[in-house]
């Protein structure tokens, strides 16, 4: 049975560098998730290492920190059925190389280590992610969309 979820989403440095925040936007919105939160910010070093502490010790992961602190990134909050799942696959594999055309990495990247976007991987992962990046006072919870009967029963 579908559950509704929420999921956190950032469009990374090369996204907002390369001018495609509304481009990624659009797809997110057009396949039916509702944003409940969305802001720009420059990500400090301090939230960067807790994001992405499962990563500490890898080979890519002083990159990785730099890479998302370099610029400012884009962060939202989605809600919708089955939100983590349908976001990640709206994204594509972790590897732009391997990632299916229609998807947002498999259209508009070409390598790991600037591949856009980030998706949770899990209820759990966006609710500490989310945790991160947002207050509570920061999303609208208090919004039913007129449109959602049109796109989930
Ligand atoms: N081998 C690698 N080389 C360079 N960067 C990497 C590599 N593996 C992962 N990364 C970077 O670390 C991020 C987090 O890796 P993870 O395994 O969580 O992939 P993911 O869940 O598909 O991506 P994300 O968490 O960004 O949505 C990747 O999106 C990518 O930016
Ligand atoms: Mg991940």
Redesign the pocket.
């Known amino acids: 049975m579908a559950e509704v979820q929420r999921t956190f989403v950032a469009i990374k440095p090369d996204g907002v560098e390369r001018g495609l925040i509304g481009e990624v936007v659009n797809r997110f919105e057009r396949r039916g998730l509702k944003i409940v939160g969305m802001k720009l910010l420059k990500v400090s070093r301090e939230m960067a290492e807790t994001h992405?502490g499962e990563?500490k010790g890898k080979p890519?992961y002083e990159?990785?920190v730099s890479y998302i602190t370099s610029a400012p990134i884009v962060g939202m909050v989605l809600q919708g059925k089955d939100a983590v799942t349908l976001a990640r696959n709206v994204?594509g594999a972790?590897n732009p190389l391997n990632a299916a055309p229609g998807t947002i990495r498999g259209d508009l990247a070409i390598e790991?280590?600037r591949?856009l976007v980030?998706?949770s991987?899990s209820p759990e992962s966006a609710k500490r992610e989310i945790g991160i990046f947002f207050k509570d006072s920061e999303l609208v919870n208090d919004w039913t969309r007129t449109v959602e009967k049109w796109i989930a029963e």
């Open positions: 992405y990563h890519f990159g990785l994204i972790t790991i280590g591949n980030h998706g991987d």
